[in-house]
């Protein structure tokens, strides 16, 4: 978006600690965008001023996003470190949460490793309990290898791929979508979780990853929000890209595409009845539509998916304040 007008800009920590700036479209340059399937139009007398947002009374957030892999088998991302910094700064920053430091952990490229993203969500369980809301990001591959316990519908074990995961085998070295991240999720007792992928499990494409083990062109894999996760009922899973398809990075925005959206609806685009409040439902709409129509521009498909009970879907993540 360099040389854009219309932009708002907020700052966020880069790792040798210097200051990059982050923008973001104006209500006014949203307001102009074309309509899009799934998404409500926005006009410019009724949309809201973006403006000082306010976080959750109890929250915490972290935030894991990897673009460089130790593993040299494991392809680069462009985007994805610089993706978590991104959704770090909108929660710190006055447009977002206002998030304290000490209330956020940042994990990327070599700081992403397998046991340092397990400390991070015991960070979340030892400082959680009923009253917390709780926000957990993740950018990079998602990985695919054959499932040898015959517990996947699809035959397809799916993981999250940390820094140091090994191309060979995921099952000792990565996240498991089945068994880990349930685990680990379930030990953090907040009385809302939110979970974000920017990643899928397409294939060998995109941020997917498929292990060595693997040896096939044609992956079709089921939605990852169908998986009986035992905390659904307290937690909302929103995931980039639908089944068997690519979580597509813009090297425009330089962001992915589900990132992009989220950074843009969550600082009061996706305010679609314009109450001032922005609810899961109301992100995931905005997200899905805009996601859906610039992969179709980029010449691919890629939709966004949700889960998470009819009482979730209504929780309030942002509540921007009008100036």
Not at 58 to 71: E, Q, T
Not at 122 to 144: M, N, P, W
Not at 278 to 294: F, P, Q, T
């Amino acid at each position: 978006m360099a040389g854009c007008s219309g932009l708002i800009k907020f700052a966020t920590e880069a790792k040798d600690n210097t200051i990059n700036l982050v923008s973001l479209p104006t209500p006014e340059v949203v307001a102009n965008q074309e309509p899009v399937a799934n998404a409500t139009p926005l006009d410019s007398a009724s949309t809201p001023p973006l403006a000082v947002g306010r976080r959750p009374e109890n929250a915490l957030a972290v935030m894991v996003g990897i673009s460089r892999y130790r593993d040299p088998k494991i392809p680069s991302i462009q985007y994805a470190a610089s993706d978590a910094r991104s959704v770090a700064a909108l929660l710190r920053s006055p447009m977002g949460w206002n998030l304290p430091d000490d209330k956020i952990r940042v994990l990327t490229d070599e700081s992403a490793s397998l046991t340092e993203i397990k400390k991070a969500t015991t960070f979340l369980a030892r400082e959680a309990d009923k009253s917390t809301t709780v926000l957990f990001y993740f950018a990079g591959h998602g990985g695919v290898e054959a499932d040898l316990s015959g517990g996947e519908p699809d035959g397809w074990a799916k993981y999250l791929v940390p820094f140091d995961a090994d191309s060979k085998d995921l099952y000792s070295s990565a996240l498991s979508m089945r068994k880990d991240i349930p685990e680990m999720l379930d030990r953090i007792k907040a009385g809302k979780v939110i979970f974000l992928l920017d990643t899928c499990f397409g294939g060998g494409v995109g941020r997917a990853f498929v292990s060595e083990k693997t040896r096939t062109r044609d992956i079709r894999v089921v939605p990852v929000q169908k998986l009986d996760f035992a905390w659904q009922e307290r937690a909302v899973l929103m995931a980039a890209a639908g089944p068997s398809q690519v979580a597509l990075e813009d090297d425009v925005t330089r962001h992915g595409l589900f990132t992009q959206y989220f950074l843009e609806g969550s600082t009061g685009a996706a305010d679609s009845n314009h109450d001032g409040q922005i609810s899961v439902e109301e992100l995931y709409n905005y997200v899905a539509g805009r996601v859906e129509a610039r992969a179709r521009e980029l010449g691919s498909t890629q939709v966004p998916s949700v889960q998470g009970t009819w009482d979730l879907r209504k929780l309030v993540l942002f509540r921007p304040l009008r100036f």
